[in-house]
């Protein structure tokens, strides 16, 4: 009883200590290392418990956006990047019936994504 305790205490600890979260995710898009952040919005959003709620969505869109933007992207994987970074703030919608992320930033990742559209074509 004693080992599967000790067992069930170091799986719990491995997982809280490498899982990530939109705290460390967003401090990584704060310093301009959106590949590193893209990598940890995968991760994070792998996780079905993560995947039903709208930030993870939220967040997903606003990398994938600023992903898109990296000069070493060829035009075509950053059209892959911006209609993925689209959908996902449709998804927002989606599930956030009061829209509150994007009303409160006045729709700019909208806007940005516009721009980014437009500078591709």
């Given at each position: ?50 995947a039903a709620t709208s930030d993870g969505w939220y ?63």
């Amino acid at each position: 009883m004693k080992r599967l305790f000790f067992i069930s205490v170091l799986l719990a600890g491995y997982c809280t200590g490498f899982s990530q979260s939109l705290d460390d995710i967003n401090e990584q898009m704060g310093k301009g290392d959106f590949r590193k952040a893209k990598e940890g919005i995968d991760k994070y959003m792998s996780s079905p418990k993560y995947a039903a709620t709208s930030d993870g969505w939220y967040f997903k869109g606003r990398i994938y956006n600023a992903f898109s933007k990296d000069s070493l992207l060829s035009m075509e994987d950053a059209l892959k990047f911006k209609i993925e970074a689209f959908n996902d703030f449709k998804k927002v919608q989606e599930m956030d019936k009061l829209d509150l992320r994007l009303k409160v930033e006045n729709y700019l990742s909208y806007f940005d994504l516009y721009n980014g559209f437009f500078d591709l074509g």
